[in-house]
């Protein structure tokens, strides 16, 4: 009996040890489930209740639970939770009355982070309108076709951004879009057609609670967002982000172990996922404090999450290169910071962030705005986008296909079905559409939503997403980002189109043909722009139009860093531009026989030489 007890004891003292030579992750395995499983239990309470739980719903519990919480922290001024809820409903009573919003509406925010951004948004829920995110950077067609594709009622834009609302007034007009300007005071506008939301207006409104009723109509799969994303057509798509899917992408910091008592700090733009979502609505629904800030400093970063406690901060990977790259201080260690959350960090500037800056967790996460399958790198193993997990692998069917990044298009065998890469080789991630990962398309854009769907890909008749990336999962699960297919490359963190840079290069005098693609540039993350161009007969390069262009038409994170003229550009059977060899050239000038030209910020395009190619992948000259 005595000998049987101790033989089970002695084995129960061992399992621990066993478990660990089977599986090295397994205590983060188990955490990670039991958060999982207790997430789940909770979104399918939502999923069911009645009436409908949004995430508006979810902040006005946390109003109740701790009214007196702060809940947003910018420049010398902070709010508590109910500061944030009357200011809400005073602007939604001001929006009602003076820009006559109503349910159902789609009314458009053109603005930089501040908290009036929170506040309009919160006021817009409470309406139970639609709030479309733009870019504050896009101008012209771009900023135009953003304003039509969602089919925006109301534009409501900074005051600072009156003049890019301007530029394209005649056809918003034309159009029947209310335009209004946010600022301090009623104004005598010179401008016919656009209209101010003073200050005054919107203070001297009540700020009593709204009568749900309003938005009486908001089902769980109700458009809660429109967020934009760049695309193969060169102009900038409405991903559609039900209520369901806001709430669930919002648990994101819930995943990572984020509690109420941390303060989160938010710089990257609230017109991302990454600053709305995963910052913003995610940290409402934990109920922590918010850190805002209108752009990112890296001179200033750990002077605020010193000056603010802050706890957890967010992170795209040129962000961790910026923080790495500044000069080095004797209290680089001195914060408070546990936890990093964000992707596209790469390796190299994981290990060095951390050596340099601590023991914070690095938590990086992969998913698309409009994707249904995302993955998160729980364990922290260094270079890794994610973990196969069990009740993920259950909850959401993906897998990895064999790619042929020439013809771009994926591998078929003889039956005419996708082939399934082995673990450990590169393969298209493609996540199978179901009820539980669904894929909700783009707004108005039926073509481009069938574009991201692959039908027939195992069986005939099931329907995947094509997710335009190509990912790599080794023999212990962790999965790897490998590149981007199709015409989108990243640079400085956000996603650039060639074909929408190709056509506003063409439209320079001098430009026949071009084709644009993106490099890699030694110690930055992502790849930067390059145009290959034709020049029209009997016409030279001209540098001062080209820069002039460029600098009005696209941000500055899409404008071609390299220009490289040739004779003619090489194209495909189907007359495709061929990119993969001028980018394996890149913009190295002993590499090509072309004239070559770099942008210098102060100078515009000059002559590329070998010394100034030495110098930028030394890091010297910095992009």
Same mark, same amino acid.
């Given at each position: 009996?005595?000998?049987?007890? @101790?033989?089970i004891?002695?084995?129960?003292?061992?399992?621990?040890?066993?478990?660990?030579?089977?599986?090295?992750?397994?205590?983060?395995?188990?955490?990670?489930?039991?958060?999982?499983?207790?997430?789940?239990?909770?979104?399918?309470?939502?999923?069911?209740?009645?009436?409908?739980?949004?995430?508006?719903? *979810?902040?006005?519990?946390? $109003?109740k639970?701790?009214?007196?919480?702060?809940?947003?922290?910018?420049?010398?001024? +902070?709010?508590?939770?109910?500061?944030? %809820?009357?200011?809400?409903?005073?602007?939604?009573?001001?929006l009602?009355?003076?820009a +006559?919003?109503?349910?159902g509406? =789609?009314?458009?925010?053109?603005?930089g982070?501040?908290?009036?951004?929170?506040?309009?948004?919160l006021a817009?829920a409470k309406?139970?309108?639609?709030?479309?995110?733009?870019?504050?950077?896009?101008r012209?067609k771009?900023?135009?076709?953003?304003?039509?594709? *969602?089919?925006?009622? $109301?534009?409501?834009?900074?005051?600072?951004?009156?003049?890019?609302?301007?530029? $394209?007034?005649?056809t918003? #007009?034309?159009?029947?879009?209310?335009?209004?300007?946010?600022?301090?005071?009623?104004?005598?506008?010179v401008?016919?057609?656009v209209?101010?939301?003073?200050?005054?207006?919107?203070?001297q409104?009540?700020?009593?609670?709204? %009568?749900?009723?309003l938005?009486?109509?908001?089902?769980?799969?109700?458009p809660?967002? @429109?967020?934009?994303?760049? &695309?193969?057509?060169?102009?900038?798509?409405?991903?559609?982000?039900?209520?369901?899917?806001?709430?669930?992408?919002?648990s994101?910091?819930?995943i990572s172990?984020?509690?109420?008592? /941390?303060?989160?700090?938010?710089?990257?733009?609230?017109?991302?996922?990454?600053?709305?979502?995963?910052?913003?609505t995610?940290?409402?629904?934990?109920?922590?404090?918010?850190?805002?800030?209108?752009k990112?400093?890296?001179?200033?970063?750990? /002077?605020?999450?010193?000056?603010?406690?802050?706890?957890?901060?967010q992170?795209?990977?040129?962000?961790?290169?910026?923080?790495?790259?500044?000069?080095?201080?004797?209290?680089?260690?001195?914060?408070?910071?546990?936890?990093a959350?964000?992707n596209?960090l790469?390796?190299?500037?994981?290990?060095e962030f951390?050596?340099?800056?601590?023991?914070?967790?690095? *938590?990086?996460?992969?998913?698309?705005?409009?994707?249904?399958? &995302?993955?998160?790198?729980?364990i922290?193993?260094?270079?890794?986008?994610?973990?196969?997990?069990?009740?993920?692998?259950?909850?959401? +069917? @993906?897998?990895?296909?064999?790619?042929?990044?020439?013809?771009?298009e994926?591998?078929?065998?003889?039956?005419?079905?996708?082939?399934?890469?082995?673990? &450990?080789?590169?393969?298209?991630?493609?996540?199978k559409? =179901?009820?539980q990962?669904?894929?909700?398309?783009?707004?108005?854009?039926?073509?481009?939503?069938?574009?991201?769907?692959?039908?027939?890909?195992?069986?005939?008749? /099931?329907?995947?997403?094509?997710?335009?990336?190509?990912?790599?999962?080794?023999?212990?699960?962790?999965?790897?980002?490998m590149?981007?297919?199709?015409?989108?490359? #990243?640079?400085?963190?956000?996603?650039?189109?060639? =074909?929408?840079?190709?056509?506003h290069?063409?439209?320079?005098?001098?430009?026949?043909?071009?084709n644009v693609?993106?490099?890699?540039?030694?110690?930055?993350?992502?790849?930067?722009?390059?145009?290959?161009?034709?020049l029209?007969d009997?016409?030279?390069? %001209?540098?001062?139009?080209?820069l002039?262009?460029?600098?009005t038409?696209?941000?500055?994170?899409? #404008?071609?860093r390299?220009?490289?003229?040739?004779?003619s550009?090489?194209?495909?059977?189907?007359?495709?531009?061929?990119?993969?060899?001028l980018?394996?050239? &890149?913009?190295?000038?002993?590499?090509?026989? %072309?004239?070559?030209?770099?942008?210098e910020?102060?100078?515009?395009?000059?002559?590329?030489?070998?010394?100034?190619?030495?110098?930028?992948?030394?890091?010297?000259?910095?992009?």
């Open positions: 009996m005595y000998v049987l007890l @101790y033989t004891l002695a084995g129960l003292a061992i399992l621990p040890l066993f478990l660990y030579l089977r599986n090295p992750y397994f205590t983060q395995d188990l955490r990670y489930t039991v958060t999982c499983i207790l997430l789940g239990l909770r979104i399918n309470r939502i999923k069911r209740s009645k009436p409908f739980y949004s995430m508006l719903d *979810c902040f006005l519990d946390k $109003v639970k701790h009214p007196n919480k702060q809940f947003i922290v910018f420049e010398k001024s +902070s709010y508590t939770y109910r500061d944030v %809820d009357k200011q809400s409903n005073k602007l939604a009573r001001a009602s009355q003076h +006559s919003v109503k349910e509406d =789609t009314v458009a925010l053109f603005m982070n501040e908290p009036m951004y929170v506040f309009i948004w817009l309406l139970g309108c639609t709030a479309a995110l733009l870019n504050y950077n896009i012209s771009s900023l135009l076709h953003c304003f039509t594709c *969602c089919g925006t009622n $109301v534009l409501l834009a900074a005051s600072e951004l009156r003049g890019a609302v301007e530029e $394209v007034l005649p918003l #007009r034309e159009q029947s879009v209310s335009v209004f300007v946010l600022g301090e005071e009623e104004e005598k506008c401008t016919e057609g209209n101010t939301l003073s200050s005054s207006r919107i203070q409104a009540s700020d009593q609670p709204l %009568d749900p009723q938005r009486s109509k908001v089902t769980l799969k109700s809660a967002l @429109y967020i934009y994303t760049s &695309g193969t057509t060169g102009l900038p798509k409405a991903a559609v982000i039900t209520q369901e899917r806001l709430y669930m992408a919002s994101m910091q819930a172990g984020v509690a109420s008592d /941390d303060v989160f700090y938010i710089y990257l733009p609230l017109y991302h996922t990454a600053g709305f979502i995963m910052g913003l995610g940290a409402i629904e934990r109920g922590n404090t918010v850190v805002l800030r209108r990112f400093s890296a001179s200033n970063f750990w /002077d605020d999450c010193r000056k603010h406690k802050v706890t957890v901060i992170y795209i990977g040129e962000i961790m290169r910026y923080l790495c790259n500044s000069p080095k201080k004797d209290n680089d260690r001195y914060h408070k910071v546990r936890l959350l964000g596209g790469r390796a190299d500037t994981w290990s951390l050596q340099r800056f601590g023991d914070i967790r690095v *938590c990086e996460c992969y998913g698309a705005t409009e994707g249904n399958v &995302g993955f998160i790198n729980y922290g193993k260094v270079g890794a986008i994610g973990k196969e997990h069990f009740l993920h692998k259950a909850n959401f +069917s @993906y897998v990895l296909i064999q790619y042929d990044t020439e013809r771009e994926p591998v078929k065998d003889s039956r005419g079905f996708c082939i399934k890469v082995p673990k &450990g080789e590169t393969g298209l991630l493609v996540a559409i =179901t009820a990962a669904p894929f909700s398309g783009y707004v108005n854009n039926e073509q481009q939503t069938d574009r991201k769907k692959l039908r027939d890909v195992f069986v005939e008749g /099931d329907l995947y997403f094509n997710s335009g990336d190509l990912l790599r999962i080794d023999h212990e699960g962790f999965v790897y980002f590149d981007r297919i199709g015409d989108t490359f #990243r640079w400085k963190g956000e996603n650039v189109a060639t =074909t929408e840079v190709t056509e290069l063409i439209m320079v005098e001098c430009i026949e043909e071009a693609y993106g490099v890699k540039v030694p110690g930055h993350e992502g790849r930067v722009g390059m145009a290959a161009i034709k029209k009997d016409m030279e390069f %001209d540098s001062k139009a080209t002039e262009h460029v600098k038409s696209l941000p500055s994170y899409a #404008r071609p390299f220009i490289r003229i040739q004779n550009l090489a194209v495909t059977g189907t007359f495709k531009h061929m990119k993969v060899k980018a394996e050239e &890149g913009f190295n000038p002993s590499m090509m026989q %072309d004239r070559l030209y770099y942008l910020d102060s100078k515009g395009y000059i002559p590329m030489t070998q010394e100034m190619y030495h110098s930028i992948s030394d890091g010297k000259i910095h992009l």
